[in-house]
């Protein structure tokens, strides 16, 4: 059956941290030191920036790698979701320990939550110009 998809769609992309705005660039400087999923809230320009962190790896420890983000508008939630697993295979380059994603928002959000692997988790850092 096909029809109108009555809900728009939210766009993202993943973006490279040099082609970030410069006090974007300045927050993910001030928490590359701490692993998690930070968030960035552009109020400006109705966007959110998504910087999730596992690049800081104890050597002989398990890394975590991420394998995938989606976003997805609830009524007034906006949920943010990805999905990562854990390696001890620290040296292979393919893996994803640092990825940065710019979010516009189509709509304004009461609440942005986020969701590992399909279980809600917390921000690490919320910061932005609000």
């Keep these: 059956m096909s029809g109108c998809n009555t809900k728009p769609e939210i766009s993202y992309n993943e973006v490279g941290k040099k082609t970030l705005k410069k006090d974007i660039q300045h927050f993910i400087e001030s928490v590359k ?59 292979n380059s393919s893996l994803e320990h640092e990825l940065f994603y710019k979010v516009s928002l189509d709509t304004d959000y009461e609440t942005v939550k986020l969701f590992k692997n399909g279980k809600e988790t917390h921000f690490g850092t919320i910061s932005g110009n609000y």
Excluded: P
Aim: charge should be negative; avoid cysteine; hydrophobic fraction near 35%.
């Design 33 to 91: 030191e701490e692993n998690g999923v930070h968030l960035y809230i552009d109020n400006q320009n109705a966007s959110i920036f998504v910087y999730l962190n596992e690049s800081n790896v104890v050597q002989g420890e398990e890394a975590m790698y991420f394998t995938g983000f989606d976003v997805e508008g609830v009524n007034e939630t906006l949920n943010l979701l990805y999905k990562s697993e854990n390696t001890f295979d620290s040296s």
